[in-house]
């Protein structure tokens, strides 16, 4: 069998892994072995899905490994986000990374470099936002970096907050995060929340040029969030999450289970 037919055929058993409840993302007849092949991986499962709602992204890792990968879950928004949960100790829980996103208010087409400023200008609106986590490995598995990439990084979707301010959105290196299930109030989850590339749109410049030189174009309505400011958090399914960025917003939103 030839690379391409191995691609096609790992992207659809990848693809095949996001809606269910035990996924398995293992495939042992086909590795991506390098990060072309990875991201090849990534748009075989866009073609499968029929759109991309959005991208993860951050700057260049000091090891060479790029983070980047589309969203292939219709953004969620309102009171109640859909999301598959991840099981531990029989109790059902929804993984999420609290972000802001970048919402691109044109399309951006491939084959040429972009300035900051004209990105800046592509940009519609900035939000708080969530990127939900789904774990698609077995738990027996280490996966490589290269299989995770292709796998699109554990990303399952991404859920549109409020909007804020352009100006604090740029510039927010620093946010203090905190967590609280309203049936619970008084042990709220505290994060001192940082960045992990100083500053949000920064991830947003450098993965718009390298998707560009890919041929790869972006379109208007997309999602770009460019990492949690504090990790992965745990919640309970089914219950009243509030989520606050300390000085620039807040939001309530209940999580439900997709495949229920």
């Known amino acids: 069998m030839n690379e391409h037919n191995d691609l096609t055929d790992l992207a659809q058993h990848l693809f095949a892994q996001r809606n269910t409840k035990t996924p398995n993302s293992h495939f042992d007849s086909m590795s991506p072995q390098s990060i072309e092949q990875a991201i090849a991986v990534q748009q075989k499962m866009a073609n499968l899905n029929g759109k991309i709602a959005g991208w993860k992204c951050l700057v260049p890792q000091a090891n060479g490994q790029l983070i980047v990968a589309p969203i292939l879950q219709a953004a969620e928004h309102g009171e109640q986000c859909g999301i598959i949960p991840t099981i531990k100790d029989e109790v059902a829980l929804a993984l999420i990374e609290p972000e802001i996103a970048f919402i691109l208010g044109q399309d951006i087409e491939p084959h040429r470099s ?5 990105i800046d200008q592509a940009i519609s609106a900035t939000h708080m936002a969530l990127e939900l986590i789904q774990n698609r ?124």
């Open 137 to 260: 490995f077995s738990g027996d598995i280490q996966p490589s970096y290269y299989q995770k990439l292709a796998d699109g990084l554990s990303n399952q979707g991404v859920y549109i907050g409020p909007e804020i301010d352009r100006s604090v959105a740029y510039v927010a290196n620093h946010v203090d995060v905190v967590v609280t299930d309203k049936s619970a109030p008084d042990e709220p989850q505290l994060f001192a929340g940082k960045h992990p590339c100083d500053l949000p749109p920064l991830p947003v410049y450098w993965m718009i040029n390298y998707l560009s030189q890919l041929g790869i174009k972006l379109s208007a309505g997309q999602a770009i969030i460019t990492g949690s400011y504090c990790g992965v958090v745990k919640v309970p399914m089914e219950t009243d999450i509030n989520i606050e960025y300390r000085g620039i917003g807040l939001f309530d939103v209940k999580f439900v289970d997709t495949l229920a």
């Open 114 to 118: 972009y300035s900051n400023a004209e």
